[in-house]
């Protein structure tokens, strides 16, 4: 299996391990807030000496009403969004009518056009959760520029004692020039215990790859501002196995590409 190359020889833009008493100014604590009120989009989570460690709770509410069940907690690297009753913000992911109902002003704790972003995690294994992170466009400079990386999907149910099972890849959402090229992958990790995952792109390419590992090599990548999502879902409706409902970020690490943005 080919190598990934190493990281660039410089200090990264981006270098968190979460274990101070507040998150850095690099983050945001909702998860896509301008879609839906402050009580619903904002993270529970602990700072631990382990790193973050994101918590869905029994009383926790729906991210939106019109998404349940969907429970969510998420530190993301930037915010945007129009005005109140528009269209436009990061991640506009339904086509029926949502609308900005909490406006956002421009944020950017870091927004690389092109660089790297190393993410280390110990996944969730609680029922009806999936542990994710992903570069999303801003869309702050033009609407559609709204591709997306994806460095991993895990589902708590596809993870083993010697391996697991995710997905990751490129999803094109409302970006002509972008093709959607999600697959999964398996690797031979217990994804509950900590394990690093991997992502370059630029110039037209992206790499994906686990534990230093490549596993995937797509020949198109979003070349517009994107922030980065730390997040864990919970799908399954609330009620269903025990809480609180756990996955830990352990550290994440993010260099832009000279010239490329934030």
Request: hydrophobic share 35%; aromatic share 6%.
């Amino acid at each position: 299996m080919t190598l990934l190359p190493p990281p660039p020889d410089r200090s990264p833009d981006l270098d968190d391990d979460f274990t101070g008493t507040t998150l850095s100014e690099h983050w945001t604590a909702h998860y896509l807030p301008h879609w839906t009120t402050p009580e619903r989009s904002a993270a529970r989570f602990d700072l631990t000496a382990g790193g973050l460690r994101l918590r869905i709770d029994a009383d926790q509410p729906d991210w939106r009403p019109e998404d349940a069940p969907l429970r969510v907690s998420n530190v993301q690297t930037g915010s945007f969004s129009g005005a109140a009753g528009s269209a436009r913000g990061i991640h506009p992911h339904r086509p029926d009518g949502l609308v900005v109902r909490t406006p956002q002003s421009l944020r950017l704790g870091w927004a690389p056009s092109a660089g790297r972003v190393e993410v280390t995690v110990s996944a969730s294994t609680d029922a009806g959760c999936m542990t994710a992170a992903w570069l999303v466009g801003t869309e702050h400079l033009v609407a559609g520029q709204s591709g997306e990386i994806c460095l991993f999907e895990i589902d708590a149910e596809a993870i083993g004692p010697e391996a697991t099972v995710a997905r990751s890849g490129l999803k094109a959402h409302r970006d002509p020039g972008l093709v959607t090229d999600m697959a999964e992958v398996t690797i031979p990790v217990d994804a509950s215990r900590p394990h690093t995952w991997t992502a370059i792109w630029g110039d037209g390419e992206l790499v994906l790859g686990c534990e230093g590992r490549e596993l995937r090599r797509l020949t198109l990548a979003p070349d517009y501002p994107l922030v980065l999502l730390i997040d864990l879902f919970e799908t399954s409706g609330a009620g269903v196995g025990s809480y609180p409902k756990t996955a830990t970020f352990h550290r994440v690490r993010g260099w832009s590409s000279p010239n490329r943005g934030a």
